[in-house]
């Protein structure tokens, strides 16, 4: 699979990243059916494939419930992998609890870390609430993790945005913006475009609209939203999130 280097990262990822909330939730997430948590082995075997399959990029966070803790325990050849995770959102007996503060997100770094069972982290995300602007502007947040950096904790950051607003403030200010994008929701190309111009990294949130795919008229929906998405100049990686091996397969055919 073909790796692109994430704007000015130094990082280099695959074009899919494979995504994990379903390793630890399965609780008030917008998927169209319920699923069991999978198993140790399930999950082995799934990182296996995506291995296999030429992935490189994980993706996780503290809001998705016990994925990091489970990423730590199971994951072999941890150097090979380019971990992302978030600060600002835990999630708490079924209920999301923000917190942008500097000793929250300090707090934060220090438990992914050691959920992780690594010393440094490739790619931290700020887990939006909406409030992107509100957050960057009123708290110390980009500050606070650009000193992690400084300091070899983290080696880039960024947010998890959800406005156009929002999404070009962190390509000003930070290093990589993720944004959802997908033949459904085209909103936040100007985004993708305003980073692309400015050499910054581009993650891609719900490609496959979270599983909605009955929304896209078309014989083989996963490959349209492939070929939509990597037509878009500035993206470099899209993040699925799938317990199925066979369907992550399918996606990586896709390309």
């Keep these: 699979?073909?790796?692109?280097?994430?704007?000015?990262?130094?990082?280099?990822?695959?074009?899919i990243g494979l995504g994990t909330v379903k390793f630890g939730r399965n609780q008030k997430i917008n998927y169209p059916q319920h699923?069991?948590?999978?198993?140790?082995?399930?999950?082995?075997?799934?990182?296996?494939k995506s291995k296999e399959l030429g992935i490189n990029l994980l993706d996780t966070a503290p809001a998705y419930g016990t994925s990091e803790e489970r990423l730590g325990k199971l994951l072999i050849g941890r150097e090979s992998w380019i971990i992302c995770t978030k600060v600002g959102e835990d999630f708490n007996?079924?209920?999301?609890?923000?917190?942008?503060s500097t000793a929250s997100v300090r707090s934060s770094i220090e438990r992914s870390l050691k959920r992780?069972?690594?010393?440094?982290l490739d790619l931290v995300l700020v887990h939006s609430d909406g409030n992107d602007k509100k957050i960057?502007?009123?708290?110390?947040?980009?500050?606070?993790?650009?000193?992690?950096?400084t300091?070899?904790?983290?080696?880039?950051?960024?947010?998890s945005t959800k406005t156009?607003?929002?999404g070009k403030l962190s390509v000003d200010l930070a290093d990589v913006v993720m944004v959802t994008y997908n033949p459904i929701h085209t909103e936040e190309q100007s985004v993708i475009e305003y980073a692309h111009h400015h050499g910054k990294?581009?993650?891609?949130?719900?490609?496959?609209?979270?599983?909605?795919?009955?929304?896209?008229p078309n014989q083989n929906p996963v490959k349209s939203c492939m070929d939509f998405i990597f037509k878009q100049a500035g993206v470099h990686s899209v993040i699925v999130g799938t317990l199925n091996t066979h369907h992550l397969t399918q996606v990586v055919e896709s390309l």
């Design 35 to 48: 699923f069991a948590l999978p198993t140790d082995k399930e999950i082995v075997n799934l990182l296996g």
């Design 164 to 166: 156009i607003e929002g």
């Design 93 to 100: 007996e079924g209920v999301s609890h923000f917190n942008f």
């Design 201 to 216: 990294g581009v993650l891609i949130k719900k490609a496959l609209a979270s599983g909605h795919l009955h929304k896209i």
């Design 1 to 15: 699979m073909i790796k692109n280097s994430l704007g000015n990262t130094g990082l280099s990822v695959s074009q």
């Design 116 to 120: 992780l069972c690594t010393d440094y």
């Design 136 to 149: 960057i502007e009123e708290t110390d947040i980009f500050t606070t993790l650009a000193d992690l950096k």
């Design 151 to 159: 300091k070899g904790l983290i080696r880039s950051f960024g947010m």
